[in-house]
């Protein structure tokens, strides 16, 4: 499965999009993007998933480019709750082996 | 609808002490099932998975075992815990079914003195 690179850390402003980037330049055709945060002693939520194709639902957008080795997630109107920590993990369609890296820690500011 | 139970959400236990943490799932039928451990102010860590009854993967080598004596059974075992096993432990579960997602439980914190 492909690796993952993510920033350590990002701020965002309430109110404002947050857009948090993930780098998977190795990843395979057959590889999805999924997204995932974890409120602190929770475990993680799962947020939104895609191949090629950008995808939206309630929680949050996610860009794949178009030689798919990155993508971005987006939080429209980000509020204090969605400080989290945000993974991004590439994973093929039967993939088993579910790995995280150490994520993007969003702080969202009032 | 599925749902994934972990218990007990916190444990005290000494250095030494036998551990055993149990999670059961609901609703769903030959998940894949898996055991995570993240450390304090850390990322999460994959222990094992399961794709069907008394099939175990084992991703990193250490002092905990795991058993799937059940289809939606998963238990996380030790027989004489460490200082570092203290950590927030994770059960989670996915269909197995190609383009899945991973659905968590709540998760044990457990304390090793």
């Known amino acids: 499965d492909a690796k993952t690179t993510q920033p350590p850390s990002m701020d965002c402003a309430e109110g404002r999009a947050a857009n948090l980037p993930c780098n998977h330049s190795t990843i395979s055709g057959n590889e999805y993007v999924y997204w995932y945060r974890q409120i602190h002693s929770q475990g993680p939520q799962y947020i939104i998933h895609g191949l090629k194709n950008n995808e939206t639902n309630e929680m949050a957008s996610l860009i794949i480019t178009e030689d798919r080795k990155s993508s971005t997630l987006i939080l429209p109107h980000a509020t204090l709750r969605d400080t989290a920590v945000y993974y991004c993990i590439a994973l093929d369609n039967y993939g088993q082996n579910f790995v995280f890296g150490p994520g993007t820690r969003l702080s969202v500011l009032p | 609808s599925q749902t994934i139970h972990q218990w007990p959400a916190t444990l005290v236990q000494p250095v030494g002490s036998p551990l055993s943490l149990e999670c059961t799932v609901e609703?769903?039928?030959?998940?894949?099932l898996y055991w995570y451990r993240q450390a304090a102010g850390r990322g999460l860590q994959l222990l094992f998975y399961s794709v069907g009854i008394g099939q175990i993967s084992s991703e990193v080598p250490q002092n905990l075992s795991a058993s799937r004596p059940q289809d939606r059974q998963f238990i996380l075992s030790s027989k004489k815990l460490l200082l570092s096993d203290s950590g927030f432990y994770l059960c989670?579960?996915?269909?197995?079914?190609?383009?899945?997602?991973?659905?968590f439980g709540s998760g044990t914190q457990l304390s090793v003195l």
């Open positions: 609703g769903t039928s030959n998940p894949n």
């Open positions: 989670a579960w996915s269909s197995g079914g190609g383009n899945e997602k991973l659905f």
